[in-house]
């Protein structure tokens, strides 16, 4: 005997690991959260997921529909999908957020935003590492078929790429070149295969006009732990009873949203409100 203690199985520190996680989002005991993930009684209402804004765009409409009747099998194989960094979760991103099209506003929308997302990604697992995680442990999550439970454990991930997107021009791409450069020489052949990949990318699209999309799909994907607003939500301030659109969501390095860029009907300045400053449209 050497004394030494030996940790549990990766599955079971990632499955206690997002049971906690749930818990603490629901405000539930452990053991029920326990009991959700593991399919044992149905989710409550405040776990389901919100109805996205579809502003009229019949086609959103009809694909959030589609993806709410998926059999288990379809969820699962989407779940691997969004859990395979970083090529994989960008591309579940793109379809599970589809471009809306209204009479006043295009949001979720711009070609490249599929490779903008994925070089977020890529630029986080150079710089920051210990941010993404282990890859048997995304595997068991995935097979939940839960895209919750996905988006739980990549939360850290996702926010820091949503804060990436605030630093905006030459030195976002300054740090996405200096991330596929490290790629590229990498020992890891998956590691180099991606870089080369999103660098031809890089090289090929203008993604400038990208930015905007893959910031409205971080938002739409962050917000709905909180119950909160997502771009293209109608909403009415409550200090002046003005209706508009919000079209982006204000972060913090953690914790909810602390405010909303809103588009109001009557004006086509955008407003920064605080989070508390505003109710959903009738």
């Known amino acids: 005997m050497t004394g030494t203690k030996h940790r549990r199985p990766v599955p079971d520190r990632a ?62 194989g989407d779940c691997r999908l969004a859990a395979d960094l970083p090529l994989g979760r960008a591309a579940h991103l793109i379809e599970r957020f589809p471009p809306l099209r209204s009479a006043t506003e295009t949001l979720y929308d711009g070609d490249g935003r599929e490779t903008t997302l994925a070089m977020l990604y890529a630029v986080l697992a ?9 890859a048997d442990e995304l595997a068991w999550v995935a097979d939940l078929g839960e895209a919750a439970a996905v988006d739980i454990t990549c939360a850290a991930l996702d926010r820091a790429a949503r804060m990436l997107l605030d630093d905006g021009g030459w030195p976002l791409w300054t740090r996405v070149e200096a991330a596929l450069t490290a790629g590229e020489a990498s020992s890891d052949r998956r590691v180099r295969d991606v870089a080369v990949t999103l660098g031809r990318e890089l090289r090929s699209v203008s993604l400038r006009g990208s930015l905007a999309g893959a910031r409205h799909i971080l938002d739409a994907l962050l917000v709905e732990a909180y119950e909160g607003h997502p771009p293209g939500a109608r909403v009415v301030l409550t200090t002046s009873a003005a209706v508009g659109t919000v079209v982006g969501v204000r972060w913090l390095q953690s914790g909810p949203p602390i405010g909303y860029a809103v588009r109001l009907d009557t004006d086509p300045v955008v407003h920064n409100v605080s989070a508390d400053a505003l109710t959903v449209a009738p």
């Not at 690991?17 to 149905?42: H, M, T």
């Not at 150079?126 to 282990?134: W, Y």
């Open 126 to 134: 150079h710089e920051s590492p210990a941010l993404v995680p282990a």
């Open 15 to 76: 499955r206690r690991r997002a049971v906690r996680a749930l818990a603490a989002r629901l405000g539930v005991p452990y053991l029920v959260a326990a009991r959700l993930i593991a399919g044992q009684i149905p989710r409550p209402a405040a776990d389901r997921r919100p109805s996205f804004p579809t502003g009229g765009d019949e086609h959103r409409a009809s694909m959030f529909a589609l993806r709410e009747h998926r059999p288990f099998h379809a969820r699962v």
